[in-house]
């Protein structure tokens, strides 16, 4: 322990929480670099939106005997990944920017790709692939953030718990699939 004062004395903050009223919650004490920050979450936006689509088309696609099982986690995956996106979009409106919802260029924007799969099998390969690219680029970027940006972090770090969640699912899916499926 150090003789630092735990926390800046109380005067100081509230003369700082009147200048710049405008930002809202982003006070002076926020060190990242906010146009960096929320490009960075316009990616993982599109990451979001692209898993949620995919998700969705494999859920109404799934056929054959073991599909109940899959379909139900492809709709409980598609329902969790549009919420990481809501919570996403709501980040990037805090920091002062705009979520990119746009379609235009929103595969280029995403670190997942969309590949259908042709089978349930491929199905279900793919969104293992999309959780795993999800799982390390949410990493590194919570790694990039670290206490520059605590809300964004924890916000990628819930979102990191739950796609491993999800490649754990497809992985325990794919296992207990019969080589024909």
């Known amino acids: 322990m ?21 930002e809202g919650a982003v006070t002076e004490g926020y060190t990242a670099n906010r146009e960096n920050v929320i ?51 709501e980040r990037i409106v805090q920091l002062g920017g705009k979520p990119n919802f746009s379609p235009d260029g929103l595969l280029s924007r995403s670190h997942a790709e969309f590949i ?16 795993r690219i999800a799982i390390d680029s949410y990493r590194e970027i919570i790694r990039y953030l670290g206490d520059d940006d605590p809300t964004s972090r924890r916000i990628l770090e819930d979102i990191l718990a739950q796609e491993e969640e999800h490649a754990d699912d497809m992985a325990g899916l794919l296992q207990d699939l019969p080589a024909e499926a």
Not at 5 to 16: A, G, M
């Open 39 to 89: 490009n960075i979450l316009n990616e993982a936006l599109a990451t979001e939106i692209v898993c949620t689509l995919r998700y969705k088309s494999h859920y109404f696609r799934a056929d054959g005997i073991n599909a109940n099982v899959a379909a139900a986690e492809f709709l409980e995956h598609a329902n969790q990944e549009q919420q990481h996106a809501d919570w996403l979009a």
């Open 116 to 131: 259908e799969g042709e089978n349930l099998r491929e199905m279900i390969t793919e969104d293992l692939v999309a959780e």
């Open 2 to 22: 150090t003789d630092k004062p735990f926390l800046t004395d109380v005067k100081t903050l509230r003369e700082r929480a009147r200048r710049h009223i405008e």
